[in-house]
């Protein structure tokens, strides 16, 4: 079963800073895909960026990047220059091969200070 | 030109009541699902549709029911509702060979 862990409820962040929201993730499918959202206090879900399990590279997406540490199991996001608008929750999310549905962590809450 | 739609975006009714969440996706996408965020914001599968056909039902009591009358559309009917149906509902959608799901703006359901 697919299993996906993120051990920081909130997170501070100063403006400007970068900052890394942790992920890890249980799967025995070799082939999977590795998601983050966000959703600000409005409620809608927001797809930040992807990850394959064979991708080579570490995905990235503007301020987005996704670390990519296979053999450990993570797939954290780093922020870069963080903006006052960046305050919301976080969530990751896997899936395996196939069309199957999304499996997702608790989320972190991340506050960007001015 | 919204992606995934979804109607009402608040729902408050009274405990006993039926009630239907509506979702409608203009993508060509094939396969449909409904989560739902409890009040911990822990999002869980619910369904899924394939085709207009289940694929996935997780535990969900049988109250809930869901409806896929054609491949854009995925409705959600729950019955007898009671106080722990209070939550948000998001239906998303995918393509098979695709990656990324694309979710509605969800349905805050409040049962009071």
């Known amino acids: 079963a697919q299993k996906i862990t993120q051990t920081q409820p909130g997170m501070f962040v100063q403006e400007k800073e970068a900052v890394t929201l942790d992920c890890t993730y249980d799967t025995s499918d070799p082939s999977y895909g590795l998601f983050w959202y966000k959703q600000p206090s409005s409620g809608e879900m927001i797809f930040l960026i992807y990850?394959?399990?064979?991708?080579?590279q570490n995905a990235t997406e503007g301020r987005y990047s996704l670390n990519f540490q296979k053999a450990r199991k993570s797939a954290n996001l780093v922020i870069s220059a963080s903006q006052l608008g960046d305050s919301a929750m976080y969530f990751c999310a896997m899936r395996d091969s196939g069309n199957t549905p999304l499996v997702f962590g608790k989320g972190t809450r991340l506050s960007v200070i001015a | 030109d919204t992606a995934v739609s979804q109607t009402p975006k608040y729902l408050v009714t009274q405990m006993g009541n039926d009630k239907s969440i509506k979702c409608e996706q203009n993508?060509?996408?094939?396969?449909m699902y409904w989560y739902k965020q409890d009040s911990k914001k822990f999002l869980k599968i619910m369904f899924s549709y394939n085709n207009k056909e289940l694929i996935i039902n997780e535990t969900v009591p049988n109250r809930f029911s869901p409806k896929s009358p054609d491949k854009a559309h995925l409705n959600l009917h729950i019955n007898s509702l009671e106080l722990g149906d209070s939550a948000v509902y998001f239906c998303a959608s995918s393509q098979v060979t695709g990656l990324e799901q694309y979710f509605g703006p969800g349905t805050r359901l409040t049962v009071t």
């Open positions: 990850q394959g399990s064979y991708d080579q």
């Open positions: 993508l060509g996408h094939d396969t």
